[in-house]
T-cell receptor, first 114, second 113 residues
Framework: GAVVSQHPSWVICKSGTSVKIECRSLDFQATTMFWYRQFPKQSLMLMATSNEGSKATYEQGVEKDKFLINHASLTLSTLTVTSAHPEDSSFYIC??????????FGPGTRLTVL | DAKTTQPPSMDCAEGRAANLPCNHSTISGNEYVYWYRQIHSQGPQYIIHGLKNNETNEMASLIITEDRKSSTLILPHATLRDTAVYYCIVSSPFGGGSEKLVFGKGTKLTVNP
């Protein structure tokens, strides 16, 4: 149980384009989902927290107009990187929680912006 | 900032127990101790968590000191597949969801044949 998937697992895009990453909880309903970013040889950094049906709460320094988060259902959250640039290249990881004290993480999405 | 301190790296022989320490001297009464691990280029994997009692599951054991200022994660019989970065995190659950997790640099555990 407690399986979280992400799609795609990796994506390469041109600078200026937008990229959408999906995060799904496969066997439970996720009331809260989190989006993290991890640069090479660094630890995970929380970008935003989203509750189903509500606007996401962004961490300080994360541009909400650039990283659009939608948590439209209890099993799906999406992160859209708008007008991506090379500095947005990173490993994006989501996690999900079901009214419990434990977060379960997805496998991550590797984004490369050329 | 992370509220925990862990050694940057450790080595362990395959088949032996791996004991990973973590200091969390500023932990508050309602905060749990969580352990996750991250194998290269994958998302973190939940291992175990506890409040004040020792905990054990199929993956590991968690020993929390009586004053709760430190803890040890024990992998009883380490295998090569246990090579990963192990994160010790303190966090308080709230409101039916989960408090955010603040990841430090973790401990890079290398299990040697």
């Amino acid at each position: 149980g407690a399986v979280v998937s992400q799609h795609p697992s990796w994506v390469i895009c041109k600078s200026g384009t937008s990229v959408k990453i999906e995060c799904r909880s496969l066997d439970f309903q996720a009331t809260t989902m989190f989006w993290y970013r991890q640069f090479p040889k660094q630890s995970l950094m929380l970008m935003a927290t989203s509750n189903e049906g509500s606007k996401a709460t962004y961490e300080q320094g994360v541009e909400k107009d650039k990283f659009l988060i939608n948590h439209a259902s209890l099993t799906l959250s999406t992160l859209t990187v708008t007008s991506a640039h090379p500095e947005d290249s990173s490993f994006y990881i989501c996690s999900a929680s079901q009214n419990t004290d434990t977060q379960y993480f997805g496998p991550g999405t590797r984004l490369t912006v050329l | 900032d992370a509220k925990t301190t862990q050694p940057p790296s450790m080595d362990c022989a395959e088949g032996r127990a791996a004991n990973l320490p973590c200091n969390h001297s500023t932990i508050s009464g309602n905060e749990y101790v969580y352990w996750y691990r991250q194998i290269h280029s994958q998302g973190p994997q939940y291992i175990i968590h506890g409040l004040k009692n020792n905990e054990t599951n199929e993956m590991a054991s968690l020993i929390i000191t009586e004053d709760r200022k430190s803890s040890t994660l024990i992998l009883p019989h380490a295998t090569l597949r246990d090579t990963a970065v192990y994160y010790c995190i303190v966090s308080s659950p709230f409101g039916g969801g989960s408090e955010k997790l603040v990841f430090g640099k973790g401990t890079k555990l290398t299990v040697n044949p």
